[in-house]
């Protein structure tokens, strides 16, 4: 448990130098799995700066996202994880609000392979996200994620978790 807090400080300082060199947010999220575990999030969002195929319908950018997230299962199944993934967001044309879409796929690492009734196999996992949300004037948003946790059969067992989400960023 030393090596994963310690692993996680230095995650979180190395992270929080390189998004703070450029503009991060800070993002909020509370969701629940299948199996009824609440997931509280807490993450820095660095957009990319950059924006591809903007017609008067909307433009494709996107972000990196990195984050800690504590899966409360009950008194032997609780877990935490760190994840980092590039997530695309296609953002419709708007006034102070502008509806968007997400997706990305990323990379976690549990503390541990069991979670409630789902054994991951592993530590590793793969993050597979798809969203929606509102974009409003001053950089804050609110919107609901489902995310995939499973290793694509790395390792067996590979019973996997989705977290269903409601999330709010914050312009920093």
Known sequence: MKKLICAAAFAVATLGQAFTAQAADITFAVGQTSDSTMTYRLGLESNWGASWWQTSVGRLTGYWDAGYTYWDGDETSSNHSLSFAPVFVYEFAGGSVKPYIEAGIGVAAFAHTKLESN???????????IGFGLRFAG??????????????????????????????RMAL
């Open 119 to 129: 054994n991951l196999g592993g530590s590793f996992q793969f993050e597979d996200r």
């Open 139 to 168: 950089g804050h948003e609110v919107g609901v994620r489902a995310i995939h946790y499973s290793n694509a059969g790395i390792s067996q067992p590979n019973d996997g978790v989705e977290s269903f989400a409601l999330h709010y």
